[in-house]
């Protein structure tokens, strides 16, 4: 009886430890499904009051300005990223920053609250890290499936939930540089939570007013 009551016990703690881990994996998916909602919804909003005495339509108006306001992408992205559980002052994150178990996005041009999002337990970290245009450096024609007009920016989001310290200058080499997500879940295998990669696409405002060359592609 004694063995069998020693088996049956441990049977059921790997039962627990499973599910648990499942429901905390699940519950880090469902703050991935509200940032990609989110975003998703960011991107598509319209950033211009379109003139109804003018009777220009959406897309006229967007292209005269567009989602991406001109300067540097460190200080231009579509949203900042803060450490959402500093309320006074939040600490704006670098692409280097560790994770956090709060981060909260805002506007860079009136830093309103996008919304704000909470790791399942205070041992789990959420890194969320942003890439612009994947495609920029490639020569596309017209016709093949990753071509895009020139008024376009995609954003890659990579959105790494994890437990313990991750040394994020190993799988990202430099600012705007694709993160190596297949070598951090290989190294970094047991502290790995949950993972998720999307793209937003959204106007480009220097292009749409003709400041950057590319032939009306890129």
């Not at 063995?3 to 599910?19: C, E, H, K, Q, Y």
């Not at 950033?47 to 540097?72: F, H, P, T």
């Not at 295998?189 to 590319?214: C, L, M, Q």
Request: glycine share 6%.
């Amino acid at each position: 009886m004694t063995v069998i009551t020693t088996v049956l016990t441990a049977a059921a703690g790997r039962v627990f430890t499973i599910r648990n881990s499942q429901e905390t994996k699940i519950k880090c998916q469902v703050v991935a499904n509200r940032l990609y909602a989110d975003l998703n919804t960011l991107s598509n909003e319209s950033l211009v009051n379109v003139k109804s005495s003018n009777m220009k339509s959406d897309a006229q108006a967007l292209g005269e300005s567009g989602k991406y306001s001109r300067g540097g992408w460190a200080d231009n992205q579509m949203v900042k990223l803060l450490d959402g559980s500093v309320i006074t002052n939040p600490k704006t994150l670098t692409y280097l920053s560790p994770g956090v178990e709060q981060l909260k996005l805002v506007r860079p041009k009136d830093s309103s609250e996008v919304n704000t999002y909470e790791t399942p337990t205070e041992k789990i970290k959420l890194k969320v890290y942003l890439v612009k245009n994947k495609h920029e450096n490639q020569v596309l024609k017209q016709g093949e499936t990753n071509f895009r007009d020139s008024f376009s920016i995609q954003s890659t989001v990579y959105v790494v939930f994890y437990k313990g310290l991750i040394n994020w200058s190993t799988y990202i080499p430099e600012e705007n540089a694709p993160m190596k997500l297949a070598e951090v879940k290989k190294d970094m295998s047991d502290e790995i939570v949950y993972t998720r990669v999307f793209d937003v696409t959204y106007r480009d405002d220097a292009k749409s007013a003709g400041e950057v060359a590319g032939n009306g592609k890129w």
